[in-house]
């Protein structure tokens, strides 16, 4: 049986899981939701503890929604609920997020009411291609907090109204006999007619709690909700039960243990780190709605020593008004004048000409020691004439002696990717300069069109001391672009402030093919140390994220340094040697034989591996994430033939076209390879001086052995194996 109104009401408590089993025995309905897994196959919905009777449903803004057939509507009625948003979709296609959508598909009519951008309230009738929407300015709910909502139509009439307040009233013009004389179908979370992409995706969903549906035939027995119940539920602290919740990915095998993620959802490149008052803060992009790009905010970790993170609140979302209505984007970080705390980011409002400029936000309360609540500034830095249109994003801010700088990736039209440079003496006045840097794109056409995320650090050398050398970083895109971190070492001219690099030609500094991108970075004030992020992609390829419900995580943060030879070396930061469990394995100057027969006790998929050895004429390293049989395993080896360090994988039904992964060596005699393994991720470090960054999909449980590779009288200098804790992830209070 469908769900029909009894005695003119009909009631959709979202009370919690025994309350669901019996309205599903009850009524046709449905309720979906990802598995948050690739091994689970019954769903697990997000039931929570709230202030309202019996908890309510969190609705995960890609997922969750129910499905009930055989639904009558009245022509008059009253429609109300609860809803407490932790977040706004942004209206793709400028359709509603439908928390109730009536529907018959096969007539092509709707009714719906639900929410479009940043909130604002909206009731939609659709017969066929005709439509009538009524909303207006002062329709909008609040975030993270509960809201009740009243829908009421009455011969023609209708009203709006939001705690309490009447925000609308208008009359009906569409004659809509023929809808409700239809069964309907009722979808609660998504609208009937959502947008999307693949077989799964959806956007056009709601995001939060919602509570307490309620239906009735007879408007004229409305009743205005409870004054006090309505006060005590607005001031209730919901906020642990909206959070992303990462504690249900407990059974997701290929989430990154010990690498900084997301607590669910998407997520890409890491940026803005700075130190303030004993704590670090590093910034990502992030959308809310779900494990794909879209609606980007500013997620936010905090950390004592920028390993074991925790996570924060939402920094900055985008809002309602001129300044950033349509994203909140890359940016950079900076501990400016008056030892104050700010944030430069990428705005976007796509009613602009130029849809993309600088904006900048301090904290609203310094004394915060996790800085979790932000205030924008209406300061603004546009894009000068000369670059290309819409393409100005990811603001870099460095300090030379006391003068403020800023670079913004973009291009110029013939030129090729470039960064113009502003500078500035308080950090919020800026003046623009000049292009900081053009490479020659004729000789250098992967360098592309257009630059995203430029980097520009002081290095030192590995003992601290100072020197007058940069490193500058940018990501390629548009054209011909190989989308890589390319980078230069070279000067910076504070007469033409212009970058000279020491050498045109620039330099890769991971080979893992699209595996590590998204730098920034910063110099810690506490160490002194250059230190640089970045995202480590997903290449998913056939991997299901929408189970998986996440997308991509942080690589681990490296530490640069200029060598005696004026060239570039990093290596992960020291405090990743805290991540240490147990010694699994340590030998020194010994045979390739005696080792492997110790290995076959040692597994894992959390390990960090430091092995060295002198180069021959055979090939040398180690397989991870070895099955007994050998069938299934990932290599990692130094081939004397191409002088490179090769990462390859044998796998059955891998889930992407797999292809050999080499970094150069040179003519080095020693190869020194540092390993981290973290679940699906493994990052090389090869020498101090390249590196390699991909996944390992594996679904063999026992893929978890290790073998040396290499001639059967082959000896290592060194070898050791640890087990690494992972991040114990919590909320900051």
């Known amino acids: 049986m469908g769900l ?56 995960d803004g890609y997922s969750t929604y129910l499905e009930i057939e055989n639904f009558s509507l009245n022509k008059n009625f009253a429609i109300s609920f609860w809803i407490a948003p932790r977040a706004f979709d942004s209206a793709i296609d400028k359709k509603i997020a439908s928390v109730l959508d009536f529907y018959n598909p096969i007539d092509s009519i709707a009714m719906r009411v639900g929410l479009l951008q940043h909130g604002q309230l909206a009731l939609e009738y659709e017969l066929g291609k005709n439509k009538q929407r009524f909303t207006n300015e002062n329709s909008y709910v609040n975030k993270n907090t509960w809201n009740h909502v009243l829908i009421v139509q009455q011969d023609n009439k209708i009203k ?68 006090k119940r309505l006060e005590k539920l607005q001031n209730e602290d919901i906020t642990h039960a909206l959070r992303l919740d990462f504690s249900k990915y407990k059974s997701e095998d290929y989430k990154p243990a010990y690498h900084a993620t997301a607590p669910a959802h998407w997520m890409n490149e890491p940026h803005a780190p700075f130190y303030y008052n004993g704590k670090y803060h590093l910034f990502y992009q992030h959308n809310p709605f779900g494990p794909y790009w879209g609606q980007i905010h500013w997620g936010h970790w905090v950390s004592e020593d920028m390993v074991n993170w925790k996570h924060a609140e939402i920094a900055l979302a985008p809002e309602k008004g001129e300044l950033d209505p349509d994203g909140i984007w ?68 460095f300090k030379v002696d006391e003068t403020y700088y800023m670079i913004v990736g973009s291009g110029i039209e013939g030129k090729g990717g470039t960064a113009p440079i502003f500078e500035s003496q308080d950090a919020l006045n800026w003046e623009y300069l000049n292009p900081f840097y053009i490479a020659d794109i004729q000789k250098y056409p992967f360098l592309g069109g257009v630059w995203e995320l430029p980097v520009f650090l002081p290095l030192t050398r590995k003992d601290g001391s100072k020197t007058n050398k940069y490193v500058f970083m940018v990501l390629p895109l548009r054209d011909e672009a190989d989308v890589e971190v390319f980078y230069w070492i070279g000067e910076f001219d504070q007469h033409k402030k212009q970058f000279v690099p020491d050498d045109a030609e620039p330099k890769l500094l991971d080979y893992g093919d699209f595996g590590f991108t998204g730098p920034s970075g910063f110099v810690d004030p506490k160490t002194g140390r250059t230190i640089v992020f970045s995202i480590a992609q997903g290449k998913y ?20 340094w200029l060598s005696d030879s004026q060239e570039l070396r990093f290596a992960p930061i020291e405090e990743v040697k805290t991540l240490r469990k147990e010694k699994l394995f340590s030998c020194k100057d010994c045979s390739k034989k005696i080792i492997n027969s110790k ?54 039904n891998p889930e992407r076209e797999v292809k050999a992964l080499k970094a150069p060596v040179g003519d080095a005699s020693k190869v020194k390879l540092h390993i981290f393994l973290d679940r699906s991720m493994i990052e090389i470090y090869i020498n101090d001086e390249v590196s390699i960054t991909d996944r390992i999909y594996f679904k063999e449980e026992d893929a978890k052995g290790l073998k040396i590779i290499g001639p059967e009288n082959a000896n290592l200098e060194s070898l050791s194996i640890w087990n690494l804790n992972g991040i114990d992830w919590e909320y900051v209070e």
């Open 4 to 59: 029909k109104a009894q005695h003119g009401r009909t009631e959709i408590k979202l009370d919690g899981a025994e309350w669901w089993k019996n309205f599903q025995e009850a009524h046709q309905a449905q309720l979906h939701n990802s598995l948050y897994s690739l091994r689970d196959i019954k769903p697990d919905p997000l039931w929570k503890e709230t202030g309202t009777e019996n908890g309510s449903l969190l609705f």
């Open 160 to 227: 709006l109204e939001i705690n309490n307040e009447e925000v609308l009233e208008d009359t009906l013009k569409m004659d809509l006999l023929s809808f409700f004389q239809k069964d309907l179908k009722l979808l609660i979370g998504r609208n009937s007619n959502a947008s999307g992409f693949g077989d799964k995706f959806k956007f056009n969903m709601i995001s939060g709690l919602l509570d307490e549906i309620i239906i009735k035939n007879d408007p004229s027995e409305v009743d205005k909700i409870d004054k």
């Open 599 to 652: 290995l076959e006790e040692v597994q894992g998929e959390q390990l960090e591996i430091l092995m060295e050895f002198e180069i021959s004429k055979q090939k040398q390293g180690i397989e991870v994430r070895r099955t007994e049989d050998g069938s299934t395993k990932a290599m990692i080896y130094y081939d004397p033939a191409t002088k490179t360090v090769v990462f390859d994988k044998l796998q059955e």
């Open 330 to 397: 890359s940016g950079s970080a900076f501990v400016g004048p008056g030892n104050m705390p700010m944030l430069f980011y990428t705005a976007g409002n796509l009613k602009k000409e130029q849809n993309q400029y600088t904006a900048i936000a301090i904290p609203k309360d310094t004394t915060d020691k996790n800085l979790q609540q932000w205030e924008k500034t209406d300061i603004i830095v546009d894009k000068p004439s000369e670059y290309k249109k819409n393409e100005f994003r990811d603001p870099f801010v």
């Open 541 to 560: 390829g056939n991997i299901d994220t929408y189970d998986m419900g996440w997308a991509h995580n942080a690589g681990l943060p490296i530490e640069l």
